[in-house]
């Protein structure tokens, strides 16, 4: 038998309370439509397996992933129907595999119908392009004799723009009432985060947030009532003294310009933090005072600025900064990739 694992120097620490209470907020904005939730990509890094748990208990009952392996990972969490598979019946064996767990899908093309149909058919979602021109039936089709054969719970469309206000919103949102009476269904959906935000026209029956139950706030509207959940943890592992003129890190692209304390972290972007953090834009914090990145990121390290951390020692924790709204203005990267990018070395 291999021993267990050590500790890892890297842990993702989720906030489960404020993951709950975004929940909560989102169900509170989306007025009488239901609340689901995107959990794809590992509830968008987050962890689906400590994610959805906690969705599951404040009152979610719609959950939305990509792929099989997705659903998979969540089954023995919530009932099979309660699952949703974005990209669909995409072969064969997804549509026998969904058939056969009780797994919904969501029909995006005339192809998946057919596919759907050929293993056995039964209750289904149907997403209708209204405007993304990503996967998604276009409108054309909806009259096909295929689509009235499906059994249709959830009608959704996909926004491509609800974090602005643009004439596209309306349109679509037309698009989809225009679908809603074509296609029989049982409940309608549109909204992701951004798209609750813009009101009772767009809220359906039931909405889809992803984005803002993880800390992203893609609309004003949505500032001061969601909360920060994924706190990135990395542990210091080694303390050292350099004298002025001293590089730190690939290229010397930060020279000491006097005596400084500096702590080598285990926190690199093989595990999503991005080179764009190097050169004092990314900021570590211990008990609130702000440690600024020095010189490079590494893919396994960083430097920070010790100077006013003098308690620091090896093997001390640090949390990286990481508020999504103001992560994104100063890394560049948008809120979605500044969560899905935390790698599989993070302890969850
Ligand atoms: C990812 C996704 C969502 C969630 O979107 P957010 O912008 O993260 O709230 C909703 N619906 C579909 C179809 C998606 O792919």
């Known amino acids: 038998m291999t021993p267990d694992l050590p500790p890892s120097a890297l842990r993702l620490d989720v906030d489960r309370q404020a993951l709950a209470a975004n929940w909560r907020a989102l169900d509170a904005l989306s007025g009488t439509a239901r609340t689901g939730a995107a959990v794809k990509a590992d509830a968008y890094g987050i962890g689906a397996k400590v994610a959805v748990p906690v969705l599951r208990d404040a009152g979610c009952h719609d ?15 919530v009932p099979p129907h309660e699952i949703s598979l974005l990209h669909g019946p995409i072969n064969e064996g997804v549509a026998k595999w969904a058939h056969e767990t009780g797994v919904r899908v969501v029909i995006n093309s005339l192809e998946q119908a057919a596919r759907w149909l050929a293993a056995g058919g039964g209750r289904c979602d149907l997403m209708v392009d209204t405007g993304i021109n990503r996967l998604g039936l276009p409108l054309a089709n909806l009259g096909d004799p295929m689509i009235a054969r499906l059994e249709v719970d959830v009608l959704l469309s996909h926004l491509a723009s609800a974090d602005e206000d643009v004439a596209l919103n309306p349109r679509q949102c037309a698009r989809w009432e225009e679908a809603r009476r074509v296609v029989p269904h049982l409940r309608a959906s549109l909204a992701n985060s951004a798209g609750i935000a813009l009101g009772d026209a767009y809220h359906g029956d039931l909405t889809r947030p992803g984005l803002s139950l993880y800390g992203g706030v893609p609309r004003r509207e949505l500032e001061g009532r969601i909360a920060q959940v994924a706190r990135p943890m990395a542990a210091v592992m080694q303390v050292r003294n350099i ?5 730190v890190g690939y290229n010397a692209t930060f020279i000491a310009p006097h005596a400084m304390r500096i702590g080598v972290v285990a926190l690199g972007y093989a595990d999503g933090f991005l080179r764009c953090w190097s050169a004092g834009k990314g900021v570590l914090l211990r008990q609130g005072r702000r440690l600024p990145v020095l010189g490079r990121v590494s893919m396994d390290m960083v430097d920070v600025d010790l100077s ?7 093997g001390d924790w640090l949390e990286v900064e990481y508020s999504l709204p103001q992560a994104a203005a100063f890394s560049g ?5 500044l969560l899905t990018l935390l790698g599989d070395r993070f302890a969850r």
């Open 63 to 77: 959950f939305f992933v990509t792929y099989a392996h997705e659903a998979a990972d969540i089954l023995g969490l």
């Open 333 to 337: 990267l948008s809120q979605y990739e």
């Open 308 to 314: 006013g951390a003098d308690e620091v020692r090896e």
């Open 243 to 247: 004298e002025a003129g001293e590089g």
